[in-house]
């Protein structure tokens, strides 16, 4: 076994290196710049819009209500299934690790990671939502399948790439379910909550290498409850969804702001870290001087995209089935998504790792006994030291944050199989990853992580192609929404690639829909 896993490690950190330094980042970011520029920076032009449409609407009917639609949800419950989906191990172990090893810079390069891809998102979400279409029960699907495939493949000579581009998504999209989805999420449960609640009698039970009886027995129960909502369908994951979202992030946010309230000496410390670093690494965290800021700016935008899914095309598959009808409506919560995620979530975790003393901000070293899966659970406890509470705590929010994270993309990845294999495909996929959990359980962590970073940029690659060659669609698109809604023009809505669907849509927003 433990030769086996060796040699998986060496695979995939070619691959990594490949995917990511070679392709990934440079795509990642021009995407982001390119949609920023051509939408006007409409992240910051129309802030006051987005944050209206979003955070701004979260007590009308239409938006927090159940949907009638069948098979349908509400925004607010697509937002809270994707930030589900998002809101995971890379908002609290992804910020500790890119700042273990790339330094505080790294935690602006997330930032920027952040800024650029809200409009990737933006773009992904109203592609998303232009060529979705209803399959046979009614439900609607879509994703970068579906606009690579009837939107890059409608441009001349384009047909056959479209639909290669659309099928390595979508397999890309489904082994990226099992490891950003699945293995990264239960091994950091695993660790996290055999660090905080030890039972002694179980963990001195060695199955192989390090990994014991009680990380298996938090795996198979992790496999019932999964079980138990996945397999109910997207309705029982997006009720779960809307109900343990909002709680946790707001529970994380107040105690992170406790904690960095007590550190509150060291805030400034923290932020110019932040920003000195970020352009003049410490050679602490190795690698000779020209490849330091290399590192930090990788380890930055690799955390980010983990945290916030921007780029991936991910969230869109959960975005799509939404039941609003304009575009840019649900580009707008994809937006919001990436903001809640990193600009808030994100910022939160760094400020604590930094403002606790547990990271040397002039150094870049360690505490002793520390390491940076246990870094941010170490620093709550500085403060809750009683009885370990803050541990517990950050090991209860690792389990809420991950678990979520996992039932978000059993979803995008039964639609990635729904693409390639069709409906019955999809239900053999949901028991397959519900039985995978347990592999994650009994993953070494580096492993696990290092195959989810992988997943990430192969997936990312055939996504980003399509949102650069569709850029023309998505300016017209936001232009006509712009035009109908802000400047009052009276134009016809573009809705929809189907002329059904177009009709159908142009009528509901002429009734006042969304």
Not at 119 to 140: A, C, H, P, Q
Not at 167 to 178: H, K
Request: glycine residues 12%.
């Amino acid at each position: 076994m433990g030769n086996f896993l060796d040699q998986l490690a060496k695979l995939n950190d070619a691959i990594n290196t490949f995917v990511w330094v070679k392709i990934g980042l440079i795509l990642l970011l021009g995407t982001g710049i390119l949609m920023t520029v051509v939408t006007k920076v409409f992240q910051l032009s129309h802030i006051k819009l987005w944050w209206q449409k979003t955070i701004g609407s979260m007590f009308k009917k239409h938006v927090i209500g159940h949907s009638n639609e069948k098979a349908s949800i509400s925004p607010f419950q697509a937002l809270c299934t994707a930030l589900a989906a998002t809101v995971g191990t890379g908002n609290i172990a992804g910020v500790a690790a890119a700042i273990a090893i790339g330094g505080a810079g790294a935690v602006f390069w997330m930032w920027g990671a952040a800024f650029f891809g809200m409009m990737t998102n933006f773009s992904e979400n109203v592609l998303g939502i232009y060529y979705r279409r209803k399959n046979k029960d009614g439900e609607w699907s879509g994703g970068a399948m579906y606009y690579l495939k009837d939107g890059l493949g409608a441009k001349k000579h384009c047909k056959q790439i479209g639909s290669f581009l659309a099928g390595l998504f979508a397999v890309f999209a489904v082994l990226a379910s099992f490891g950003i989805g699945n293995m990264g999420q239960v091994n950091k449960i695993v660790i996290n909550v055999q660090d905080a609640f030890q039972i002694k009698a179980l963990s001195s039970v060695t199955l192989y290498g390090n990994v014991s009886l009680y990380a298996l027995i938090i795996g198979l129960v992790l496999v019932a409850l999964g079980a138990l909502i996945i397999l109910g369908g997207l309705k029982r994951i997006a009720a779960v969804a809307e109900k343990v979202v909002p709680f946790m992030v707001v529970l994380f946010v107040l105690g992170s702001l406790i904690i960095i309230g007590c550190n509150y000496a060291h805030i400034g410390g923290a932020f110019k870290a932040i920003f000195v670093n970020a352009f003049k690494p410490i050679a602490a965290i190795g690698g000779v001087s020209g490849a330091l800021i290399s590192k930090v700016i990788t380890q930055g935008f690799k955390r980010g995209v983990f945290s916030n899914e921007a780029g991936l095309g991910s969230s869109v598959m959960v975005h799509s089935n939404s039941n609003v009808k304009e575009p840019v409506t649900q580009g707008m919560w994809g937006i919001f998504e990436v903001f809640a995620d990193t600009m808030v979530v994100c910022t939160m975790t760094a400020l604590v790792v930094l403002t606790s003393g547990l990271y040397n901000l002039k150094t870049g070293e360690l505490a002793a006994g520390v390491t940076d899966a246990t870094l941010v659970a170490k620093a709550f406890n500085s403060v809750f030291s009683w009885g370990n509470i803050g541990q517990k705590f950050i090991a209860i929010a690792m389990f809420l944050f991950a678990f979520t994270t996992v039932l978000g993309w059993s979803h995008y990845g039964s639609k990635a199989v729904e693409y390639l294999f069709g409906e019955t495909g999809k239900k053999i996929y949901k028991v397959i990853f519900v039985l995978m959990i347990i592999s994650g359980a009994l993953m070494t962590s580096s492993i696990a992580w290092d195959i989810s970073d992988t997943f990430n940029g192969l997936m990312m690659i055939p996504n980003l192609i399509g949102v650069i060659v569709l850029f023309p669609l998505v300016m017209k698109i936001t232009k006509n929404f712009v035009d109908r809604k802000i400047k009052g023009k009276k134009v016809e809505p573009i809705l929809s690639y189907d002329p059904e669907t177009q009709a159908e849509a142009a009528e509901a927003v002429a009734n006042g829909a969304e």
